[in-house]
Structure formats: structure tokens, C-alpha cells
């Protein structure tokens, strides 16, 4: 990682190379109506059974098909590059059953996804039969509850804003850093690992390449964004603009909280403290911050897809300090898309996550001021 405040025009050279970037992919831009949104048919090829989907929708509609059968993109795919590949006979199978999920929906629920594969599936290729019924009980009178004690004390968001800001250097070092750039590595959950750059013009200004068999970029000016990958050039706008600006500020406590309206403390879980918010279309993102650190250690959130709901989370992890700042050296972006990590053979460098024993309900407990 290096960072910079101006020294030796280094400002100058990656604005530079963000404007550069920025007018690159708007060129490469196909013409679309300036507030329709781009379909999954328009920017891949052979989309039958999905078409209207928005095409920001699709991969966490393909994700949500994973995790719902157990299975990685192969199971219907021919590889992991030609997805517009027929060859798999699974891959007919798949477009006969999404067809029949969205008919039921349609008929029966006025098109909500109250159906989904994940109703028959629960995880795996085939449905297990026969069911698993509840087992009969005697029917008591329930007792009414008791009046719930009132809300202990709880931190503002300020003060955990604050706490976080603190932790990772305090708001005159976070004001130094004018420039930054990060690379690494992406490891997928199929096992293929990928390098990765991020240039930041802070606070908003950035370039994004992650190399696959090219590389591919994401690029925001400070108000629009596009990106380029193996299917061409796009504008990125609503939900999918939301994310990469907030994705951005991961690593800056105030930028990060601007990104959020409504944010209110909600209670503890486990050893974290557990703030809610909206980001856009985004709404009830939870944010983590240690208790004991201050630092902030996860969000999760939802993905709407064609089935409803995805279930995702972002892990920071492995804080370390750089030019006086604390920077999470592993940062995880999770789905629930039922396929772990394939770790590859010959990466000695990669130490597996350990996550931390957590409580699944959120609870509001005491506020330790000395913490």
C-alpha cells in the first residue's frame, strides 16, 4: 500500500489517470436511454429465461441459485469463462425449473417470490424426500410475556464513528492521506486467485482493476461511474453505484459514514456493537464494531435478486498500521451462495479465516464507557 499527500505531483499523476480511465470507458459506452436501466439481456449473451432482469441483478441471482442447491457454476455451466455456453445438459434443466418458479409466482402470489428453488432444494442437487413434519404437541395456553425491562444504555453513532476513527489513527492522520494505493490478491470462492488494484483520489476519485484474463476495471470521477469487464463497457447507476461508492470508504470512518442515512445504534451482538442503516435502496445494513477495539469489524446486508433476498456480508480483518493508519489487511465479501473457499495448493500466504463465536440474536446490552 502507499499513500501520499501531494508529494512529487503524485496527486496530479492519479487524478490523471482516473480522468483518463473515466473518459476510456464512457467512449466505450453503448447508447442507452438516459434512465433506463440496463437489462441482463443487453449486457450478456444468450439470456433466455431472465430476460427484464436487471442485469445489476443478475450474478446474485446466480449466486442465490448456488447456495440453494449446494452446487458450484459448473454444475450448469461449461466453465467458469463461457457462461453463454448450452453444452450442459443441466444448464436446460436449470432454465425449465426457473421457468416453473416464476409461473407460480405469478399465478398464485401476484408475482412476488414467495417460491423459490431454495423451498424445495434446502441445499441440495436433488430435494430430499420424504419431508420432515413437526412433531404433534399438546396444545397449553401460552403465558403473556412480561413487560420488557427498559433499554440499557447504549453508545450514540457518534461516539462509535468516533471510537473507529480513533482506532485507525485519529482525524488529523486520516485528513493527511490525499492519495492511496492497495494491491493485492482476490481469491474466489472457486478457487481462482486474481490480482488487484485499487487507485483512490481520496475522497471520492478511484480506479478499480481486478485481472482476470484482462483486466477489468470500475472507475467513479466523483459523480458518475462505469465499468469494463469481458461482456464491454457500462455506465454503473442505482444499487450497484451505491455499493461501489460505499465500498470505497470502507477504510475512511467519516467518508463511510456518509455514505448512510438513518443510522441508529440497535443493540450488541455478541462482541460487537450493532448499528443499522439505509444505503440507498439498501435497507437495514448492519454495521459491527468491536467493543473492545472500536475498529469496524463487518456490515451485512440484503441483494435482491429474481428469487428475493441474498444474504451478504463484508469481514475486515488483520488490521495493521500503514503511514499512521489502520488498514484490515483480509477484507471478505460473502454470499451465501453455498460453496466455501477452495483453497489453491500452492498459496503458502493464505492463512484460513477463523471467525470469531458470535450470537445469532441481537440483544441490547450495557455500554462500557472504558472500553
Not at 28 to 36: G, R, S, T, V, Y
Not at 75 to 86: A, G, I, L, Q
Not at 115 to 126: K, L, V
Not at 192 to 200: M, N
Request: hydrophobic fraction near 35%; charged fraction near 25%.
Amino acid at each position: 500500500m502507499q499513500s501520499g499527500g501531494g508529494i512529487g505531483g503524485y496527486d496530479r499523476s492519479i487524478m490523471r489517470a482516473v480522468m483518463i480511465a473515466a473518459m476510456f470507458l464512457a467512449a466505450a459506452l453503448p447508447l442507452f436511454a438516459e434512465d433506463a436501466p440496463l437489462l441482463a439481456e443487453d449486457a450478456y449473451k444468450n439470456i433466455q429465461v431472465l430476460r427484464g432482469l436487471h442485469a445489476s441483478e443478475l450474478q446474485n441471482t446466480m449466486f442465490f441459485m448456488k447456495g440453494a442447491l449446494g452446487v458450484n457454476c459448473n454444475h450448469c455451466h461449461v466453465n467458469f469463462r463461457e457462461f453463454e455456453k448450452d453444452d450442459n445438459p443441466k444448464k436446460a434443466v436449470a432454465r425449465r425449473m426457473i421457468q416453473m418458479v416464476r409461473s407460480l409466482n405469478e399465478s398464485q402470489f401476484g408475482g412476488q417470490p414467495v417460491i423459490s428453488c431454495n423451498t424445495c432444494h434446502r441445499g441440495q442437487p436433488r430435494p430430499a424426500a420424504p419431508l420432515a413434519f413437526a412433531p404433534i404437541r399438546e396444545s397449553r395456553p401460552v403465558a403473556k410475556p412480561a413487560d420488557a425491562p427498559p433499554p440499557a444504555s447504549l453508545p450514540t453513532v457518534d461516539e462509535l464513528f468516533e471510537r473507529y476513527e480513533n482506532a485507525t489513527g485519529g482525524r488529523a492522520a486520516h485528513a493527511r492521506i490525499k492519495t492511496r494505493l492497495l494491491t493485492g490478491v482476490q481469491l474466489s470462492t472457486e478457487g481462482a486467485t486474481r490480482p488487484f488494484r485499487l487507485l483512490q483520489q481520496l475522497p471520492d476519485r478511484f480506479v478499480r482493476t481486478l485481472t482476470v484474463d484482462s483486466d477489468w476495471y470500475e472507475v467513479f470521477d466523483g459523480s458518475k461511474a462505469w465499468s469494463r469487464d469481458n461482456h464491454g463497457a457500462h455506465e454503473l447507476k442505482s444499487t450497484r453505484l451505491a455499493q461501489l461508492k460505499r465500498d470505497n470508504t470502507l477504510f475512511d470512518p467519516a467518508p463511510l459514514r456518509a455514505q448512510y442515512t438513518d443510522l441508529k445504534v440497535i443493540g450488541v451482538e455478541g462482541s460487537d456493537f450493532v448499528v443499522e442503516g439505509i444505503l440507498a435502496a439498501f435497507r437495514n445494513q448492519r454495521l459491527y464494531f468491536d467493543r473492545d477495539s472500536g475498529l469496524l469489524v463487518r456490515i451485512t446486508s440484503t441483494a435482491k435478486t429474481a428469487f428475493g433476498p441474498l444474504p451478504e456480508e463484508i469481514r475486515l480483518e488483520d488490521y495493521r498500521e500503514i503511514d499512521g493508519i489502520k488498514l484490515p489487511m483480509l477484507v471478505s465479501f460473502l454470499k451465501r451462495d453455498g460453496a466455501g473457499p477452495r483453497i489453491p495448493e500452492n498459496d503458502p500466504d493464505y492463512k484460513p479465516h477463523r471467525p470469531r463465536k458470535r450470537n445469532k440474536r441481537v440483544s441490547k446490552n450495557s455500554y462500557d464507557a472504558g472500553s
